[in-house]
């Protein structure tokens, strides 16, 4: 019930960054490796920021939590990046990822695969750090909020990508569709929105913790983006098979990827 959904502040005391990595990331066992959808959303990316012609001066990586992954082949087409999250640990440990620290996630097996996408295999030293170059920022986000960078003022940007943020923030499809215009407020007219997602679900595991996520569909998406301005240029499903001790740890049925360009702006009801 939407009484009892994942509030914020639940995420600012609970949520682990390398716990969730771990689950979700980690090398064979994770339930995003399993799946397959990090390989999907790398490749939708690689292809959406090459042969897509999605590029310009910046993007805002909103909600990243502690994830670096999705910005790999983002860093080649953008100048500069701004990661924005909600929670003070995720941008701790993103901070932490910028200055190389030790100890942190290996992000191995997707900097691999970027990599042999692009036609440099074997450089993902190169690759981090021409990341950790173009990542500029990491600044607080709220997502609910009009500016969803507030204090922050950005000019508008090239492009918004987000990954598996949006979903465990809104508890209804109003909620969602009033976050699709606040990140729709950053982008430029002719801008990019980029979505990836999943379908299907209610929860999500990290750790010891259970965590909200809305029940999103394909058809609310289209309906949603399309209503606030943008013309969807591509849009893939990966659909997920049974594994019951995976789907204990996140349920949903498919992922999804929406690449949407913004063609006029629209104000909110």
């Not at 499903?237 to 949903?252: T, Y």
Request: aromatic share 10%.
């Amino acid at each position: 019930m939407a009484s009892s959904f994942t509030g914020p502040q639940v995420y600012q005391e609970n949520f682990d960054p390398r716990v969730y990595l771990d689950t979700y990331y980690g090398a064979v066992t994770g339930v995003f490796i399993k799946d397959g959808y990090m390989d999907f959303i790398l490749k939708k990316l690689h292809k959406t920021f090459t042969t897509g012609g999605v590029r310009g001066e910046s993007m805002v990586d909103i909600g990243p939590g502690p994830a670096i992954y999705q910005e790999l082949s983002a860093c080649e087409a953008f100048k500069e990046i701004t990661a924005a999250d909600f929670t003070d640990r995720n941008r701790e440990y993103l901070e932490k990822w910028r200055k190389n620290e030790p100890g942190l996630f290996d992000w191995t097996p997707a900097l691999k695969l970027v990599c042999d996408l692009e036609g440099r295999s074997g450089k993902l030293a190169e690759k981090e750090e021409k990341l950790r170059k173009t990542l500029k920022k990491v600044v607080a986000c709220d997502v609910t909020k009009s500016n969803p960078l507030h204090p922050l003022l950005l000019p508008k940007v090239d492009c918004v990508l987000t990954v598996g943020c949006l979903e465990c923030a809104c508890k209804d499809e109003a909620a969602y569709g009033n976050v699709i215009k606040n990140l729709s407020s950053l982008i430029k007219v002719g801008g990019h929105l980029i979505i990836g997602s999943i379908l299907g679900s209610t929860i999500f595991r990290c750790g010891n913790k259970q965590f909200s996520l809305i029940n999103l569909s394909e058809a609310f998406l289209r309906k949603v983006i399309t209503d606030t301005g943008f013309v969807i240029e591509d849009l893939e499903v990966l659909s997920r098979e049974f594994d019951k001790a995976m789907f204990d740890i996140c349920n949903h049925t498919s992922g999804i990827f929406i690449l949407a360009r913004k063609v006029k702006d629209v104000g909110k009801a």
